[in-house]
């Protein structure tokens, strides 16, 4: 389960402009999702996406926060500042292969393992 702190760093980086993708088994991502929107305070003005299986929170600032379940979709042309892997997936060298041009195109991509 993603602890609190989690949620609250992807929330803030979020808030903040910054686009962020969560990347964990697909009952982590929604569990993730959920307590993100569950964490939001209620100015933000963010709103939830739900299309085809895919999840997101989009904030009026341009900030976003992804929720990908590498397994069941692919992360090709998907670009963040911040991702946060979860799950068995930190020890997975193919995911952290797919992972590095998501973070390399973009300023200070910084990858958060938990």
Known sequence: MTNRYVIEGMVNDAMRGRRVAYLGLIKEAENAFRACLDALPDSTGAKPIRVNG????????????????PQREGLRGTVADVVYLDGPYRDDRGILEAIWPMLTSRENGELVLQ
Do not use: D, K, M, Y
């Not at 895919?54 to 379940?69: D, H, K, Y």
């Open 54 to 69: 895919r999840q997101a929170i989009e904030f009026p600032n341009g900030g976003t926060v992804l929720f990908r379940s």
